[in-house]
């Protein structure tokens, strides 16, 4: 039995397989180098507080990763998204859907 549970967010899903609970996110990485660890470790703290009620202090076990993804090998219903902070990135938050856009608009005249 698998049960696909999925938030606002574009790219998040979580999954319960065998009455195991599964939560996979993949993140795009602003940073080729190396994640900024505040911002992960606040990341997972938001995680764990949310899902732990509803599966850990339910008896259940549970694991979740976070894996980081190049912008090069990222799209969303076949487009490229837009940069962090960029007015249409604010347009696709506000819609909650991905849209075309044009590149100036996005922060990508310069890739």
């Keep these: 039995m698998s049960l696909f549970i999925t938030t606002p967010s574009l790219?998040?899903?979580?999954?319960?397989?065998?009455?195991?609970?599964?939560?996979?996110?993949?993140?795009?990485?602003h940073d080729s180098n190396r994640p900024n660890k505040a911002i992960a470790d606040a990341f997972l703290a938001r995680v764990d507080a949310a899902?732990?009620?509803?599966?850990?202090?339910?008896?259940?076990?549970?694991?979740?990763?976070?894996?980081?993804?190049?912008?090069?090998?990222?799209?969303?219903?076949?487009?490229?998204?837009?940069?962090p902070g960029s007015e249409a990135e604010k347009e696709w938050c506000e819609k909650n859907q991905a849209e075309e856009f044009e590149a100036e608009k996005g922060g990508l005249e310069s890739l």
């Design 11 to 29: 790219s998040t899903l979580a999954v319960l397989v065998r009455n195991i609970p599964h939560f996979q996110h993949t993140a795009s990485t």
């Design 51 to 83: 899902l732990k009620p509803h599966i850990a202090d339910q008896g259940f076990d549970w694991e979740y990763s976070v894996q980081e993804s190049s912008r090069d090998l990222w799209k969303i219903n076949g487009l490229v998204p837009p940069l």
